[in-house]
């Protein structure tokens, strides 16, 4: 095994650094920009989907897409029980089309019907 000087040892690792770092800024804007995908229906005119970093929204857990829940804050939500969890199964929702609606919680706009949130109750 050839010796490395310190100095070559010590370049190198500050280009690892420096490529771990700008490696793991990348990764957090990916995950951002996929955190706001939205359901392929566009909403109804006149009414904007509700932002998932909306306060409320994002106290509750909310996501447009179910299957984007945290599961080490929502552990509850990998239970087989809680397969058809969506919105539109919920007490607060009330569908205005296929893919979205309205709810009593969340009503900074339209959620859609895929999605769910931790105040998520069954319809009766």
Same mark, same amino acid.
């Given at each position: 095994?050839?010796?490395?000087?310190?100095?070559?040892?010590?370049?190198? /690792?500050?280009?690892?650094?420096?490529?771990? /770092?700008?490696?793991?800024?990348?990764?957090?804007?990916?995950?951002e920009l996929m955190a706001e995908t939205k359901? /392929?229906?566009?909403?109804p005119e006149g009414l904007k989907p509700v932002s998932e970093s909306d306060p409320t929204a994002k106290a509750l857990g909310f996501h447009h897409d179910a299957k984007q829940t945290d599961f080490t804050f929502?552990?509850?939500?990998?239970?087989?029980?809680?397969?058809?969890?969506?919105?539109?199964?919920?007490a607060q929702y009330t569908k205005l089309n296929e893919e979205w609606g309205k709810c009593n919680i969340i009503s900074a706009g339209?959620? /859609?019907?895929?999605g769910w949130c931790s105040a998520w109750s069954q319809k009766t």
């Open positions: 095994m050839p010796k490395t000087s310190r100095k070559t040892f010590l370049t190198k /690792s500050l280009y690892l650094v420096a490529c771990l /770092s700008l490696g793991e800024g990348a990764l957090s804007l990916t995950e359901p /392929s229906g566009p909403a929502y552990p509850e939500r990998k239970e087989p029980t809680a397969k058809n969890h969506f919105c539109k199964h919920c339209v959620v /859609s019907s895929l």
